[in-house]
Nanobody, 122 residues
Framework: QVQLVESGGGLVQAGGSLGLSCAAS????????MGWYRQAPGKERELVAT???????NYVDSVKGRFTISRDNAKSTVYLQMNSLKPEDTAAYYC????????????????WGQGTQVTVSS
């Protein structure tokens, strides 16, 4: 079984910083993409940032220049450093990983963390 365990998050004032981390564990052959999504109350879950195994990263426009995603492939861990936080960044943040369980598999599965709350006060 594969698990994604998140840590970090919390309460911070606007303009502050927070860091999130997410470690994947279990039987895995490869992780193609690791990323972060968020969901605010009453809104749909949205992509925040992704980091591919080839080093490419993508961000939603609203966080560009403020958030940085990084990966430690040796530790199967993805990080999200969030700077200059705004009240509109308040949401539950979810880690996602696209994982190939076995070398013979022809497809990847999506796995999700349990979510961690980020609250930015004005």
């Amino acid at each position: 079984q594969v698990q994604l365990v998140e840590s970090g998050g919390g309460l911070v004032q606007a303009g502050g910083s927070l860091g999130l981390s997410c470690a994947a564990s279990g039987s895995m052959f490869s992780i193609a993409v690791m990323g972060w999504y968020r969901q605010a109350p009453g809104k749909e879950r949205e992509l925040v940032a992704t980091a591919s195994s080839n080093g490419n990263s993508n961000y939603v426009d609203s966080v560009k220049g403020r958030f940085t995603i990084s990966r430690d492939n040796a530790k199967s861990t993805v990080y999200l450093q969030m700077n200059s936080l705004k009240p509109e960044d308040t949401a539950a943040y979810y880690c996602n990983a696209r994982i190939r369980r076995y070398w013979w598999s022809s497809y990847d599965d999506d796995y999700w963390g349990q979510g961690t709350q980020v609250t930015v006060s004005s």
